[in-house]
């Protein structure tokens, strides 16, 4: 979901930087997302997927999810491979699960 939030957010804003009458409209439209490259990004790209990840997570979570998001688009753009973002996520979960269940600290999960 995430990829495709972003790869919505850039295919968006390049389209209205554009003057695309019908920017919300193409970019909504499958076919036009999944022409965006691997790694293409902008800063509108990267402010809106990060912001949808963060309303995913309870408010006291924000401050960590808005990191944990950028950090995520740094590595899309980085590595311009979703999977990896989707790895990285699954080991942070594995991770943050063994930690909260070593220590006790339930608050975190």
Known sequence: MRGFVFRFAFQWDEL?????GDALDTALDERSVNDVEPGAWSWAAVIIATLVFTL????PEWP???AY???MA???IWRKDLLS???AHGVTN?????YV???GKWQFW
Request: net charge positive; glycine share 14%; hydrophobic share 45%.
């Open 16 to 20: 209205r930087k554009n003057g695309d």
């Open 85 to 87: 973002c989707i790895v």
């Open 94 to 98: 594995i991770a943050l699960a063994v």
């Open 74 to 76: 740094g590595l899309y």
């Open 101 to 103: 269940y070593q220590t």
């Open 64 to 66: 960590a999810s808005i």
């Open 69 to 71: 998001g950028l950090l």
């Open 56 to 59: 995913g997570h309870t408010m």
